[in-house]
């Protein structure tokens, strides 16, 4: 084994991939910085691994993502698989900027499992539940994170009618105690008292105590 000549051919090839990335990354933050949501959501990424090609999954993600909020349904899918890719390869700096990130991510995951229907919606449900727990594990304390963790909690009940009633009630006694801990983020507010009253009306419907 000659350590000494490590496949030079290969070596250029990876640096030139990784420049290429870089240098498409600063044309996608320009078309992101003009609003270009269309052409961003609509181009094929061949990257798969680094920082940059992280970034520009994030970037294609958020795009998709506009495009959905703004009418385009078909795109919630796009928004929930790239950002899922672009926070496996780039982890986005402390602070507002990475709770933002997985909060988009969670979105587009809870988006995409309500357009879905059986199977299909149990699986997006079970990536919201994942989604949900790294977003606790990157951002500590984070609101959205307790946020989206119950709103997976509770479709899960709701999904599961073969599950015994009391393991039902149980999982929604334990969804309702952390809800009522009140909410330190303003964007959040809203949603987790629906997302209350939500929870109650299931344990009503189901009869829990």
């Known amino acids: 084994m000659n350590l000494r000549n490590p496949f030079p051919t290969a070596l250029v090839a990876l640096a030139l991939v990784a420049c290429g990335t870089v240098s498409e990354l600063e044309h996608d933050k320009q078309a ?3 609003g270009d949501a269309r052409t961003l959501a609509d181009q094929s990424l061949d990257c798969s691994e680094g920082a940059a090609c992280g970034q520009r999954h994030l970037l294609k993600g958020d795009a998709c993502l506009h495009l959905a909020e703004t009418g385009d349904a ?3 899918r796009c928004a929930a698989d790239e950002l899922e890719t672009g926070l496996s390869l780039s982890e986005p700096p402390p602070g507002g900027e990475r709770a933002r990130w997985y909060a988009n991510a969670c979105e587009a995951l809870r988006q995409l499992r309500d357009s879905e229907r059986g199977a299909e919606a149990r699986a997006a449900n079970t990536r919201l539940g994942s ?3 790294r977003f606790a594990a990157r951002v500590p304390g984070s609101v959205g994170a307790r946020y989206y963790a119950a709103n997976a909690g509770l479709a899960e009940v709701q999904m599961s009618r073969e599950l015994p009633k009391e393991t039902r009630c149980r999982t ?6 952390g809800l009522d801990t009140g909410s330190g983020d303003p964007a959040f507010a809203g949603p987790l008292r629906q997302l209350a009253i939500d929870v109650a009306g299931t344990r009503s419907a189901l009869g829990c105590a």
């Open 32 to 34: 992101a910085s003009r």
């Open 74 to 76: 078909s795109r919630w």
């Open 131 to 133: 989604c949900a727990e």
């Open 172 to 177: 929604l006694a334990r969804l309702a105690a």
